[in-house]
């Protein structure tokens, strides 16, 4: 929500350019990430996920890099439109567990 | 559609009142979740559940208790809600690891 997105950091990009958003994960046991997206007022919504025996994975408009050397994961918009206008956030799941951990978010301001 | 619906969507109550949100899915999924989204944090995780009637606590359980009594509802409690529950509060569903989570829109909840 809103509130929620107060103090995140901004990525401002102009539209048809394409958007890095970055994420640094905590958990070196954590096998299994995704990217959401998070419009004002709504739930996470799934974008896309990469598993820890892979390095980049890509969907329609969207590659996700994952380098397990230092806890990093990036996803990579292609040709970012209004649409994509949301605050981003990572998840990774701890190999054999139920749990989750989910990043603070980052912010992505599509300018026309 | 992830096929979550919560209920309500809105809610202002009194410190000391119980309140209880509610998760209904229709996806028959066996993993369900309850979070909440502050400002400054990630989605952090309250109760989650394996299955009808098994349930195990979160990292902010603390003031909380759930319930599920079937498959496709997952009820959260606040038995004597505090100003510091004030926070929107995430359903999801699926996960149960190495699979991505689908969130519901969510329950702006305001104690007064």
């Known amino acids: 929500g809103e509130s929620v997105g107060l103090h995140l950091p901004t990525l401002s990009v102009q539209e048809g350019d394409n958007s890095i958003i970055n994420c640094a994960y905590s958990?070196?046991?954590?096998?299994?990430f995704i990217w959401y997206k998070q419009e004002s007022g709504k739930g996470p919504q799934f974008i896309i996920d990469?598993?820890?025996?892979?390095d980049k994975r890509q969907g329609q408009r969207v590659t996700v890099l994952l380098n397990k050397t230092v806890k990093h994961l990036s996803l990579q918009i292609a040709a970012t439109q209004p649409g994509d206008s949301a605050v981003y956030f990572c998840?990774?799941?701890?190999?054999?567990?139920?749990?989750?951990?989910f990043g603070t978010g980052t912010r992505l301001k599509v300018l026309a | 559609d992830a096929g979550i619906t919560q209920s309500p969507r809105h809610k202002v109550t009194e410190t000391g009142t119980p309140v209880t949100l509610r998760c209904h899915q229709t996806?028959?999924?066996?993993?369900m979740y309850w979070y909440r989204q502050d400002p400054g944090h990630g989605l952090r995780l309250i109760h989650y559940?394996?299955?009808?009637?098994?349930?195990d606590k979160g990292e902010v359980s603390d003031g909380y208790s759930v319930s599920r009594s079937k498959t496709e509802d997952f009820l959260l409690t606040l038995e004597s809600a505090t100003s510091s529950q004030t926070s929107v509060y995430f359903c999801a569903t699926g996960g149960g690891g190495n699979q991505p989570q689908h969130f519901g829109d969510g329950t702006r909840l305001s104690i007064l």
């Open positions: 958990n070196s046991a954590s096998d299994y």
């Open positions: 998840a990774e799941n701890v190999s054999g567990t139920y749990k989750y951990i």
């Open positions: 990469i598993r820890s025996n892979m």
């Open positions: 996806e028959n999924h066996r993993y």
């Open positions: 559940s394996y299955g009808v009637k098994d349930t």
